[in-house]
């Protein structure tokens, strides 16, 4: 469910008392459909808005032409047009014909117009260009397509736009190239009695800004100031416009997205439209800087701990200058929201929010007088060193930890080096010969529902959380590699782990990987076939049913039958639509040198599980054999990626686990039997028989 925050707003509009829904610029996908079906730009059928599905060049002319602002012309002007395909009946034949007159878009040769064809991507990115009236400049740029993507890219249309050149374009991209083009400047033509030319409008007074906001759908825009936050539930705001003579009255604003950072708000510069007496859109002023990063100095009592209405002896300095606040007025916030309890303030980094020349504001920074380093994913943790990944960087490591003086806080509490595990996230800070390291081991999962990136948030159930950076770490394969360039739209409505920094602001976000290898432990075949496996979820056992495809390809259903719950059940599974298993896999076996073991490399020819090199060194079958080379030595590397399962019980009996290459590399093995994926790099490796040798 979506969190609706009212905003009180005093504004500069006379007899202006009254509640509506307003929607924010630079917001996540969902709130540009809101505010695009507030407009009535985007209008959805008995299927919904549909934002993945391809748009035509029929849909995209009514879109634009509703941006327009001439719905009802349109409405109005149903009759046949130029073009054969189009008749009186067609229901878009009043947007073709306006967008035909005002030179948005043309028809074929034929006499036809093709209203039912996918519109490409740089189709789309001409017909708004075309509509901005920038056309001339496009052209002086090198026209189409090269001339109208430059210029798109230049005016901010093609920010948040996935899709690019001759590709299909989705309901979805279009949405947000339009919504990219509201308030956008439009070149006008400028004709006198010798001469015809074209400027931007708003470029200087005497040809003021002309866009789709104002000029064509009717708003009005305001700057306001966001001048107090409410109760500590953070629900009310109050806006001032800078307009005082405007200024008469207070109107409720309802603003329907996520929760919003009271601490990125409060005493920030921000701007509303207003339509027929009612506020449609809200941005937030990027430009407008209020802040700085700095150390609370100042004297405190002993265990520097007090009441927010309480202090009276903090200074704040950013550099060689103190401040004051107005302790009456200031508010402090941690995590987003108002602190009213006790908190620790000196010594503490922190963001100080600045209004004529006052702090206003403060927003505390992590949990120690020490500035963290940032550190990462936890993979594994020895006597003397602990080794993570950082983001999208792997295999990093902090050493001669058993020489330093060691502080470790796990959840706020202060323990060992033994007890952080794999897939616990940290940060630390190294001074002198004192190492700290701040821990947590809080983690979640659920559903990707919706996310802002200019207010750092991101909804995992429909509820809302602060991400760290505005480009969170996202792995797509369960956490094996991460990226910060990935684009939270194309795991929108995925099951997601949500890791935190010890903070408790979202750092991780970690998809199920759509290809994995899975040990078949169970079917089902009563409404459609499932199958249920068990596989690697960052780094822990998790038996997951899936649905089959109806048109899945590979290993069919009736083979996943005979072979579950046994050795030879493991396959390598491919997900699809709707998480559905659209492919299955055999597992391309190792040769090895045994007439009764079929694919089981036994006791003995399984040499070396090298913890040095991370390798596992076999004698194989020679491909090629001769009386004199029957066999081989292979090598077999080990990765983060490699699954690896003890597949029998000590009884010899069908238990499949996950292993961890850690807590077997080294050990001897010299009883222990294997089955082994082929190539150099290990894929897969089943222990069949005598795991307990080896621990």
């Not at 949405?175 to 070149?187: E, G, K, V, Y």
Request: proline fraction near 2%; charged fraction near 25%.
């Amino acid at each position: 469910m979506k969190h609706v925050k009212r905003i009180t707003v005093v504004c500069m509009l006379l007899c202006m008392l009254f509640s509506t829904q307003a929607y924010a610029l630079g917001d996540s996908f969902g709130d540009v459909v809101l505010r695009l079906s507030a407009l009535g730009i985007m209008q959805g059928d008995s299927k919904g808005i549909r934002p993945n599905d391809k748009i035509k060049r029929s849909e995209i002319c009514a879109m634009i032409m509703r941006a327009y602002g001439m719905e009802s012309v349109a409405k109005n002007a149903l009759s046949n047009t130029a073009f054969s395909d189009v008749t009186e009946k067609h229901w878009a034949s009043g947007y073709v014909s306006l967008a035909i007159g005002l030179n948005i878009v043309k028809g074929f040769g034929d006499g036809t117009f093709h209203p039912d064809d996918d519109v490409t991507y740089e189709q789309a990115v001409k017909m708004v260009v075309c509509a901005l009236g920038f056309d001339p400049a496009a052209q002086e740029l090198g026209g189409y397509p090269t001339g109208y993507t430059m210029l798109a890219a230049d005016k901010g249309l093609l920010q948040g736009v996935v899709g690019a050149g001759a590709k299909p374009a989705t309901r979805g991209d279009i949405a947000r190239l339009i919504d990219n083009s509201l308030d956008i400047p439009m070149m006008i033509q400028i004709t006198n009695e010798t001469s015809k030319k074209y400027v931007i409008s708003g470029a200087s007074d005497q040809y003021p800004a002309q866009t789709f906001s104002s000029n064509k759908l009717g708003m009005k825009k305001y700057k306001v100031i966001v001048t107090k936050i409410g109760d500590e539930e953070v629900e009310t705001y109050t806006l001032q416009s800078e307009n005082l003579s405007e200024l008469s009255s207070t109107m409720t604003l309802t603003l329907l997205r996520e929760k919003m950072i009271a601490s990125d708000l409060e005493n920030t510069q921000a701007y509303i439209w207003v339509k027929d007496k009612k506020i449609v859109m809200f941005q937030k002023d990027e430009q407008a800087e209020y802040d700085f990063i700095g150390k609370i100095n100042g004297e405190s009592n002993p265990d520097k701990t007090y009441v927010t209405n309480q202090i009276d002896d903090i200074q704040f300095k950013n550099g060689s200058k103190t401040y004051h606040p107005d302790l009456s007025k200031l508010k402090i916030f941690y995590n987003g929201k108002i602190v009213t309890s006790k908190v620790a303030l000196v010594n503490r980094f922190a963001k100080f929010t600045m209004r004529d020349n006052n702090i206003v504001s403060i927003v505390l920074y992590g949990d120690s007088s020490y500035l963290l380093s940032e550190g990462g994913i936890i993979t594994q943790v020895d006597a003397d060193a602990l080794q993570y990944n950082m983001g999208s960087t792997k295999g990093k490591l902090l050493s001669g930890l058993s020489d330093m003086n060691l502080v470790v806080i796990l959840n706020g509490d202060e323990m060992s080096l033994t007890d952080l595990k794999p897939y616990m996230v940290f940060d630390y800070v190294k001074k002198d010969d004192t190492m700290i390291i701040v821990a947590t081991q809080e983690h979640f999962k659920g559903e990707l529902t919706s996310f802002n990136e200019e207010l750092r948030r991101v909804s995992i159930d429909g509820e809302s959380y602060i991400r760290e950076k505005k480009s969170s770490y996202v792995s797509r394969d369960g956490g094996i590699k991460f990226n910060t360039n990935e684009k939270l739209i194309n795991i929108m409505g995925e099951t997601v782990s949500v890791y935190t920094n010890p903070q408790g602001e979202v750092r991780y976000l970690i998809t199920s990987s759509k290809t994995f290898v899975g040990v078949v432990l169970s079917t089902t075949n009563e409404d459609e076939p499932a199958v249920t496996v068990l596989r690697n979820e960052e780094g822990l056992d998790s038996e997951v049913t899936y649905k089959l495809d109806e048109n899945a390809s590979g290993v069919g259903f009736d083979t996943l039958e005979q072979k579950a719950g046994t050795i030879e059940g493991v396959y390598q599974f491919q997900l699809g639509r709707s998480n559905l298993i659209e492919k299955i896999e055999e597992i391309a076996w190792l040769p090895y040198d045994s007439a009764n073991n079929d694919n089981v490399f036994a006791a003995g020819t399984v040499k070396k599980l090298d913890s040095k090199s991370n390798k596992i060194s076999v004698v194989a079958v020679n491909p090629k054999a001769t009386a004199s080379a029957a066999t081989i030595s292979k090598d077999c590397l080990i990765k983060d990626e490699t699954n690896l399962f003890n597949m029998v019980d000590e009884n010899g009996n069908f238990a499949p686990t996950i292993v961890k290459w850690a807590d077997i590399k080294g050990k001897a093995c010299d009883q222990v039997e294997l089955m082994i994926d082929g190539g150099k790099l290990c894929k897969v490796v089943l222990i069949t028989n005598g795991f307990e040798s080896v621990q």
